[in-house]
């Protein structure tokens, strides 16, 4: 993981992506950006915690409950742990 | 130093038994919603004749019976419990009146962890020869502190009753695994009654993210102390507090097909202190596990606390 340049948005979707299809299973439509988790990819709110946790292990980050319940959207997502592996990066 | 095995389960559940869109009080469900959530399809809610001390009994009256063994042994009764209407006495000790007993009686207050801690309390009192046998009951009527307004908690709980007999063995065929147990009070607000409510209060959200993160590590150490890898448990038997944690943390363990798992919440609820032994009575009665089966079982719960051990199945 260490080797992934994981504050590049497009290796984070791809991460992220992984992450949504382990804890979930395939989804009908692609994972993009621009997806909503619950309308557009199907995940109530408890599968998003899951996802969630196994986000904060595979980034190495935390994701408090504040920000997760502004996350409606990939993007949203990618954005915010984008940035925080930059941060933690940065202050390392 | 004698060893310590689970000699029988029994289950006594309330004779009726709610669906989803049958819930006392006002608030409508969908069913779908709830079962894609949680996965329970209906729960027993006791009438005011199936009191603690009647389930209770019933229940325990199957186990002794099951185990064989004459009642005169019993040394030892442990009722876990967050059910008991009053402050004193305990379940235990009206309990042991039915039963014609005269051992030794407690209540054990661990919330949903409650039958675990009672699991290593009982086999210790027969490994030390302070219990020849112990009857430990889990026992809930829950619905007696479900706000039915509340949209956050009131189709999750159910109430029941499992009982089991831990009795002394040799030292070479101990069947009750080493306890892992521990407790994190800094999050004693997750589920509990407040003092000004007479109601069960959860943050369901917090309660599922502990619940998907810490049980795992739980059931592994439980497992490492075993001895035992969780791949190779028969069954697991986890407090049913929701199916969804229950196949999140069986997916973490790695746990295949090979592994029972159980499912009992989706007939019962959440029955807290009584969830494990009624949910290890079904895979019995229903043979889908067999004597000597390797169980995990793992109880956790308001506290936050927990106990976990492998154990042989009666």
Redesign the interface.
Known sequence: MTDINLTDATTVLATLTEVIEEIAGPRSVAITRGAAFDADLGL???TM??I??VAEERFDIKIP?SAFVEMTTVGEAVDFIADSVTAARTTA | MNGARILSVAAQRPARSLSNTELPGDLEFDDEWIRSRTGIITRGVATVEENMVQLSAAAGAKAIAAAGIDPATIDLTIVATSSNPVTTPGIAPPLTEKLELTSGAFDLMGACAGFCYGINVAADSVRTGSARNVLLIGAERISDRMDWSDRNTCYLFGDGAGAVIISATGADDDGIGPVVWGSDGALKDYIAQPMDSPYLHMDGQAVYKWAITEVVKIAREACEKAGVEPTELAAFVPHQANLRIIESVSRSLGLTDATVVADDVKYAGNTSAASIPMALARLKDEGRIQSGDSTLFIGFGSGMTWASQVVRCP
């Open positions: 109530d709110s408890l915690v899951e969630i946790v409950d």
